[in-house]
């Protein structure tokens, strides 16, 4: 079984904090303009709501990569690809390379700076079917797209 | 003879009644515009007429220059279709890329003769061909040539009593199973589908007015409530518990027409790759299902038709086509005997008798998760001031219906097959052939992990969601077991295949 690169964590954990920041402020703007005064019985200052999701957000944004890079793994296979992931609902997917019809090599902003990449494979299946696998070294991710087009087949359904 | 074949090789038009069809069809604005341009018109409401202007210049010309303008051609590689007025639209088919043509009718189609054609491609939603409308007797040509054409590509002499002899052998052949008039009629009174209350509510309140059979109770309603004092409890359940049976009874002559309309002389016949099926009163359906894109089949029934014996079988297929539903009914009523036989037909599945049953450690998983469903309600109850301690009182039935739901669940894994069987109240086994498999997963949620328990997920390419494959709280070590069973047979039959 291979690890993720373990600088995934640290994008992941931006990328957290860049969400909690978003929430916050739209939930401050919210609480600042509509919401003031109508609390009824209980008084509040202004902000508290969002006071509560910037503290909830940052120490999720430090826990939350940690564990989810503990528990991804991924393994390459003769015939197929295997996924475990997941701290609440553990998860192991298995994707017969037979059963790939395109692949995707994806970078956001943040993977470029950091030299990694998200492989996805698509499948045809209907629930949510498309296997992610983020945070590949960016030659590895390049080589395994490279090494899974020769094994994909045309004939899936 | 040859005359068949060549006479779609020429640009052709068509049929002349598309006319009066699209006339028709686009009749309703205009008729609702000339009514209130003549008829209700003040001579200040200017705007209708206006309105009607628009309508009649711009509906008229536009059905007749479609008409015009579309064009198709069936050659011996392709079929053209070009349409358009202003954006001039040519699509071209390929003959090999068809996958089968499909022919509809609806009531009003059918009194003129014709009918829609549409040529269905594999998979390619956009490379679709719709013919709307040829006469009936020219669809049933354009399906023989196209079949013609595939089967003999590069066969210079034609011949086409050769394929009206193949046609008809094949559909005379392949008969799985068809209903009679009383089969359908016993379908429709099981059906019992709630939409029909609603149908029936609105015919028992539109019969109301005329008043033949509440006319009694309406005098006693009536002059009870001149004298609210002693309104007459008995007559006033009576009139309600009536109307209701009332509502009940005409939904279900409703539900029992509708089903008769739908399925009237239902067929289901065997092609070579495909399975038909064919049925229909007012409006005519014909559907096909490739077998290369059945993913699941499944055999349905609820607690009460399976106390009849009677089951339903459909099948579940990968999304094509314009309609897209994913799941055909192959067979909508018939004796358990009578579905293995055509599951016989089709591909030999041995349906088992016995299942392997999952973890009974699910019966306090569902009764627990049922319980605090049940406790949200009764605090949402709470708030609005209705007392809920009342609710709780039904717990234990949750804990039957868990059991129940433990009960009825059922797996296994043999010749390559899984087989689900799970519900209560709809009862269904479902039939997957593990390589259809896309991705293969086990689940544990929180609460499971702390039972030991896991979700084995088998995802296939059907388009429904309700398509269920997968096999819910069974123990964590039975569905690693299963898993690697799985992808095991899966690769071993796949690299045999290749």
Redesign the interface.
């Known amino acids: 079984m291979y690890k993720l690169d373990p600088s995934i964590k640290t994008v992941w954990t931006i990328n957290f904090i860049l969400k909690t920041f978003f929430y916050t402020v739209v939930l401050f703007v919210a609480d600042f303009m509509f919401v003031k005064g109508s609390y009824g019985d209980y008084e509040f200052p202004t902000g508290t709501a969002s006071f509560i999701i910037l503290i909830i957000g940052i120490i999720f944004s430090i826990i939350f990569p940690q564990l989810a890079y503990k528990y991804w793994s991924f393994d390459v296979r003769e015939n197929e690809i295997f996924l475990v992931r997941g701290i609440f609902t553990r998860v192991k997917t298995l994707a017969p390379y037979s059963k790939i019809q395109h692949i995707d090599l994806q970078q956001s902003i943040l993977d470029r700076m950091y030299h990694i990449a998200k492989l996805v494979l698509y499948t045809a299946g209907t629930r949510g079917a498309d296997v992610v696998i983020p945070g590949l070294p960016l030659e590895y991710a390049e080589d395994l797209r490279d090494r899974l087009k020769d094994v994909t087949s045309v004939e899936s359904l | 003879m040859s005359g068949i074949v060549n006479k779609f090789s020429e640009e052709r038009s068509l049929h002349p009644l598309t006319l009066v069809y699209n006339g028709i069809k686009s009749s309703p604005p205009l008729l609702i515009s000339l009514y209130l341009a003549f008829v209700q018109n003040d001579k200040s409401e200017w705007m209708y007429s206006i309105i009607l202007i628009i309508l009649f210049f711009g509906i008229l010309p536009s059905i007749i220059l479609n008409f015009i303008y579309f064009k198709f051609k069936i050659t011996d590689k392709e079929i053209y279709i070009q349409s358009g007025i202003i954006a001039k639209k040519n699509r071209v088919i390929p003959i090999s890329k068809v996958q089968n043509v499909n022919f509809s009718q609806n009531f009003f189609q059918k009194l003129l003769g014709i009918s829609r054609v549409q040529i269905e491609t594999a998979g390619d939603i956009s490379a679709e061909g719709v013919l709307e409308f040829v006469s009936v007797a020219n669809a049933d040509e354009i399906s023989k040539i196209i079949k013609y054409y595939q089967s003999n590509v590069d066969v210079l002499g034609i011949n086409p009593t050769l394929i009206e002899k193949e046609h008809r052998i094949d559909s005379a052949d392949g008969k799985l199973f068809s209903m009679n008039l009383k089969d359908i009629f016993i379908y429709g009174a099981l059906r019992f589908r709630p939409v029909f209350l609603f149908f029936g509510f609105w015919l028992y309140s539109f019969l109301q007015q005329f008043s033949f059979f509440n006319l009694y109770f309406e005098d006693v309603f009536t002059s009870n409530m001149k004298n609210l004092q002693d309104l007459n409890v008995f007559y006033l359940t009576l009139l309600v518990t009536l109307s209701i049976i009332a509502i009940f009874f005409i939904s279900w002559i409703l539900d029992i027409i509708w089903t008769i309309n739908t399925f009237y002389g239902f067929n289901l016949i065997n092609e070579k790759n495909k399975l038909i099926t064919s049925g229909g009163l007012l409006s005519k359906q014909t559907q096909t299902i490739p077998f ?2 059945i ?1 699941q089949i499944s055999i349905v029934t609820n607690f009460l038709k399976e106390h009849l014996d009677y089951y339903s079988l459909r099948f579940y297929t ?1 999304g094509f086509g314009l309609k897209a539903k994913g799941n055909d009914i192959a067979v909508p009523n018939a004796k358990l005997q009578l579905i293995y036989e055509v599951i016989d037909k089709i591909k030999q599945y041995r349906i088992p008798k016995y299942f392997l049953s999952i973890s009974k450690k699910s019966i306090k998983r569902v009764f627990i998760r049922y319980l605090v469903l049940l406790i949200i309600f009764s605090i949402v109850l709470q708030y609005f001031s209705v007392y809920f301690w009342f609710l709780l009182l039904f717990s234990p039935f949750l804990y039957y219906f868990a059991f129940l739901n433990w009960k009825f669940r059922g797996y296994l894994f043999i010749d390559n097959t899984l087989y689900i069987k799970y519900g209560v109240i709809i009862r269904k086994i479902n039939i997957i052939p593990i390589k ?11 609460f499971q ?1 702390r039972l030991g328990l896991a979700t084995l ?1 088998l ?7 309700s ?1 269920e494959t997968l096999i819910r709280y069974i123990d964590i070590d039975v569905a690693e077991k299963l ?1 690697d069973e799985i ?1 095991e047979n ?2 071993k039959q ?2 045999s295949a290749e």
């Open positions: 290369k894109k993913q990968a259809k498999f896309q991705t293969l997963k086990i689940r544990e949620t929180f992990r997920i995802d296939t390419a059907a388009v429904t969601l398509a898993f992808s899966f690769n796949f690299n």
